[in-house]
């Protein structure tokens, strides 16, 4: 059955109505029967989880977020917001996410996100941006090194983000044709 995405958002906004005129809320997990459609949660499993975000950019409810937190990569979750649609767990590339039916009474009647998982943060050594998740940008290259790619390629661009690299590639090129850049 589909889940109306617009009645359950309207529901939701009720609740966190009654919530905020409500002194003190119990940190119970209550378990939701399947046929109400529309309230779950992901849960993630941090040791298969790499960070790459996708869960976040698939889930069109705005429930996911990710978050650089100084050399943290965050992923957030605004419980009140999912809808338990399982978009996120079917795309996660490393079947990290599974959608329970249950929540957290006190963290879905909050507007405060919770976090889910947390990852160390590759920075480009150029300019300092984030580049991504270490645990990901490490399982890249060494799958790179494993297929055979010559690490002269990878190893140079390694810890460059995009555009930093794709700079040293124009660089080298124009190098190659014999200019010498300042
Ligand atoms: S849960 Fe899956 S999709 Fe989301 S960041 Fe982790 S590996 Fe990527
Ligand atoms: S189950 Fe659906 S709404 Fe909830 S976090 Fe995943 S994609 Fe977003």
Redesign the pocket.
């Known amino acids: 059955m589909e889940i109306e995405r617009e009645k359950v958002r309207e529901f939701r906004q009720a609740l966190l109505r009654f919530a905020q005129k409500t002194p003190s809320i119990p940190d119970v997990e209550i378990e939701v029967p399947e046929y109400l459609l529309g309230f779950g949660k992901p849960v993630?499993d941090a040791e298969k989880?790499?960070?790459?975000?996708?869960?976040?950019i698939r889930c069109l409810d705005g429930a996911l977020e990710v978050r650089e937190d100084g050399e943290r990569r965050l992923?957030v979750l605004y419980p009140w917001k999912c809808i338990a649609c399982e978009e996120?767990a079917k795309?996660?590339?490393?079947e990290?996410?599974t959608i329970v039916h249950s929540i957290n009474l006190r963290e879905f009647l909050s507007d405060e996100p919770v976090v889910c998982?947390e990852h160390d943060v590759v920075r480009c050594e150029n300019c300092g941006k984030p580049i991504g998740a270490a645990k990901q940008v490490d399982e890249v290259f060494s799958q790179l090194e494993g297929a055979g790619y010559p690490p002269s390629h990878w190893r140079r661009s390694k810890a460059l983000c995009e555009e930093c690299r794709r700079l040293l590639s124009a660089r080298m090129l124009i190098e190659s044709w014999g200019i010498e850049l300042a």
């Open positions: 993630f989880c790499w960070g790459c975000a996708a869960c976040k992923i996120c795309l996660c590339p490393k990290a996410i998982v």
